[in-house]
C-alpha cells in the first residue's frame, strides 16, 4: 500500500477550526504552566479526564508550587492523592519535584530528552509538558492520539504488541505537527480522539479530518489500530480485620513498597485462598500481617472494587485480638483514631470500607 503523505497545514487547519469551537473545557487548560501541566499530565495517565478534575484542584491547593511538593513527605502525597489510584504516580511525582529542585533549583525543564530523565515521564508525559507548557515542537502520543494516526494513515498492526507501530505512528505524528500551535494541535488530536475518534463506534460525520482519513475512505475505521483481547475478569475476595481499641483507635498497617497500593496504610488484609470463609481468612490476616491470634466477629462492611480487570470483594470483619501487633507481613503498624485517617495515605477500597463503618466521616 503506497504511503500517505498530507502536509500539516491540510491536517492543521481542518483540526484546529474543529478544537476552536469544539475543545473540551478542562481545568489546567486556561493556564498551562510548567508545574500545572506536569501534575495534570501525571494524573492524566491511565485515568479519564472527568475523573481527575476534583484531585486536580484538591493537590495544587495542598502543594501549589513545586518547591512546597518537594518538601512534603511521601505519605503526605500519598494521602492527598489518595482515591485516584495507581498510586506509583504520586511517588513518582514526589521525587520527580525533589529531583528537579536539586537538579534545576527548581524549574522544570523543556527539553524533551531532560524531561524523559525525571521520574514517571515517558515519551507521551515528556511531549505533552513540552508542547503545552513551553511550545516546543513536540509530538504527544497518547491512546487517543494513537487511535486517531492509526486511521488517517490506515497504520496495520498492533501499537501495543510492536515497537515497530509505536514508532511509526510517533513519527508520524512528529510529520504532521505544525509550526505553530503545537500545543493546541497536539491537544486537538486528544480531544478529537476522546469524543468523535472513538474506538469502537466512531462518529466519523461529525470528524473534520473525514475527507483525509485513509480507513474511513476504505469503510473500516474501527479495525484501526489492531487491539488487544479483553483480558479475562479475575475475582477475588479480600477480608480485612477491624481491630479496635477500647479508646477508638483503629489497627493500621502499612503495605509493602511495591505490589497494589503499596506503601499505603490498610487495616490487616488477606486474600481469600481456594474454599476459604471470611472468618478464616480474618483469623490469617491477623496472623500473616500483624502477628495476632484474632477472635473474628460481624461484617462490618462489604463492598466491590475493580482493580485493572480484578473485580474485589472486599469484607472488613470486626475482630479481637490477642497480645501486641508487630509488623510480620507489613513495613509498620500503628493505632490511628478516625480523625487521623485523613492524615494517612490509605487505600481506595479501604476507605469506603470505613466510611461504611461510619469510621471515615471527614469529607473528601
Not at 280 to 292: K, L, N, S, T
Not at 313 to 335: H, M, N, S, T
Request: hydrophobic fraction near 40%; aromatic fraction near 8%; charged fraction near 20%.
Amino acid at each position: 500500500m503506497e504511503e500517505v503523505v498530507f502536509t500539516s497545514n491540510e491536517i492543521g487547519q481542518p483540526l484546529l477550526q474543529w478544537y476552536d469551537r469544539n475543545s473540551r473545557s478542562l481545568s489546567w487548560r486556561p493556564s498551562p504552566s510548567p508545574y500545572a501541566t506536569l501534575v495534570a499530565e501525571f494524573m492524566l495517565q491511565q485515568t479519564q479526564a472527568a475523573t481527575v478534575e476534583p484531585y486536580y484542584h484538591r493537590f495544587l491547593s495542598r502543594f501549589p508550587t513545586l518547591e512546597i511538593l518537594a518538601g512534603a513527605s511521601e505519605a503526605e502525597v500519598c494521602s492527598v492523592w489518595a482515591g485516584l489510584g495507581y498510586y506509583s504516580r504520586a511517588r513518582a511525582i514526589w521525587r520527580l519535584a525533589r529531583m528537579v529542585v536539586e537538579r534545576y533549583e527548581g524549574q522544570i525543564p523543556s527539553n524533551p530528552a531532560l524531561l524523559r530523565e525525571l521520574p514517571g515521564v515517558g515519551s507521551y508525559t515528556a511531549g505533552a509538558i513540552a508542547s503545552i507548557a513551553f511550545g516546543v515542537r513536540e509530538p504527544a502520543v497518547d491512546g487517543n492520539v494513537t487511535r486517531v494516526i492509526a486511521r488517517l494513515f490506515q497504520i496495520a498492526g498492533n501499537p501495543h504488541k510492536s515497537v515497530r507501530v509505536r514508532n511509526q505512528i510517533r513519527e508520524t505524528a512528529r510529520r504532521i505537527l505544525p509550526e505553530r500551535r503545537v500545543s493546541d494541535f497536539n491537544q486537538a488530536l486528544m480531544d478529537l480522539g476522546a469524543t468523535i475518534c472513538l474506538p469502537i463506534r466512531p462518529r466519523c460525520g461529525e470528524c473534520p479530518l473525514t475527507t483525509h482519513c485513509r480507513a474511513n475512505m476504505n469503510g473500516n475505521p474501527a479495525q484501526y489500530p489492531e487491539r488487544l483481547g479483553s483480558p479475562s475478569i479475575v475475582e477475588q475476595t479480600h477480608v480485612c480485620a477491624m481491630i479496635r481499641r477500647e479508646n477508638g483507635d483503629l489497627l493500621l498497617c502499612q503495605r509493602p513498597n511495591s505490589g497494589w497500593w503499596a506503601s499505603m496504610w490498610e487495616m490487616p488484609r488477606a486474600v481469600c485462598r481456594e474454599g476459604e470463609g471470611v472468618y478464616e481468612a480474618a483469623v490469617r490476616a491477623g496472623i500473616e500481617v500483624v502477628g495476632m491470634r484474632l477472635t473474628p466477629g460481624e461484617v462490618i462492611a462489604n463492598i466491590r472494587h475493580t482493580v485493572t480487570h480484578h473485580r474485589i470483594q472486599l469484607y472488613a470483619v470486626a475482630a479481637f485480638g490477642e497480645g501486641d501487633p508487630a509488623p510480620v507481613g507489613c513495613r509498620q503498624i500503628k493505632w490511628a483514631h478516625p480523625d487521623q485517617f485523613t492524615e494517612l495515605a490509605i487505600s481506595s477500597p479501604q476507605r469506603r470500607a470505613l466510611k461504611v463503618a461510619g469510621l471515615w466521616t471527614s469529607p473528601e
